[in-house]
């Protein structure tokens, strides 16, 4: 699915009440097939923006199309029932429940979306092992931050959504499974055709990109790989 966001803004109210501009993005087109990454100081706005764009948050204004659906002018309902239906979403804090286990948790959007479990069940599994999750440790609680990072990424695959959005993926990662979910975000986009847009600083994920970009005070700019930067 091809993204096209035009003249893009939002802004939040500070302690006094006053609003503070996060994000102003004239233009930013993701096309599918590529993986694209955007890196920028804490603080830029880069989850904002994806909240944004998948429409978990209304911007004040602009236009966030997906091929032909104009997802800014959804109301809230229906663009959650767009994001369910074409999005897998890996959120930095995880929102995974401790008392399920990695499956449980997995098969967590089948429930929200009133769907019968089992024939979602070896799907869920067959993720979590490619991902190497133990299945048998019981709840997640139990399971390291790197593990429960793995649960939630499997979980956000699970429909086989077009478009995979990802806050920091590796961030709670050895360099060894950071590099095969890196690896498995861009197999994502070249193989499969998605668009998949991470938020990273992980120079691994940043060599992968095929398109790096710099938020920084709302605004985007195209950056240099790491490789580029090297050579």
């Known amino acids: 699915m091809r993204l096209d966001c035009t003249d893009l803004a939002l802004s939040f109210a500070d302690a006094d009440g006053r609003p503070f501009p996060v994000l102003a993005i004239d233009r930013l087109v993701v096309e599918p097939g590529r993986l694209t990454v955007i890196e920028g100081p804490s603080g830029s706005g880069k989850s904002t923006l994806l909240y944004a764009i998948c429409g978990l948050i209304a911007p004040d204004r602009g236009q966030v ?3 032909d659906l104009d997802l800014s002018s959804q109301t809230e309902t229906r663009r959650d029932h767009w994001r369910r239906a074409h999005v897998g979403f890996v959120f930095q804090s995880f929102h995974l429940i401790d008392e399920l286990d990695a499956l449980g948790n997995v ?3 089948v429930s929200f979306a009133r769907l019968r479990s089992a024939p979602f069940a070896d799907r869920a599994r067959a993720l979590l092992t490619s991902l190497e999750v133990p299945l048998a440790r019981g709840p997640v609680a139990r399971l390291s931050r790197g ?5 939630a990424f499997a979980r956000a695959l699970l429909f086989d959504p077009p478009v995979m959005l990802a806050d ?3 961030a709670s990662l050895d360099a060894g499974t950071g590099s095969t979910v890196a690896e498995k975000l861009a197999r994502l986009a070249h193989d499969d055709g998605r668009t998949v847009i991470a938020i990273s600083h992980d120079q691994e994920l940043l060599r992968k990109a095929d398109r790096l970009l710099h938020l920084e005070r ?3 700019t195209v950056s240099a790989r790491p490789m580029d930067l090297a050579s």
């Not at 593990?147 to 649960?151: I, M, S, Y």
């Open 65 to 67: 199309r997906w091929d």
């Open 107 to 109: 098969l967590l959007p």
């Open 147 to 151: 593990e429960q990072q793995r649960v």
């Open 168 to 170: 920091e993926p590796t």
């Open 218 to 220: 709302g605004q985007l």
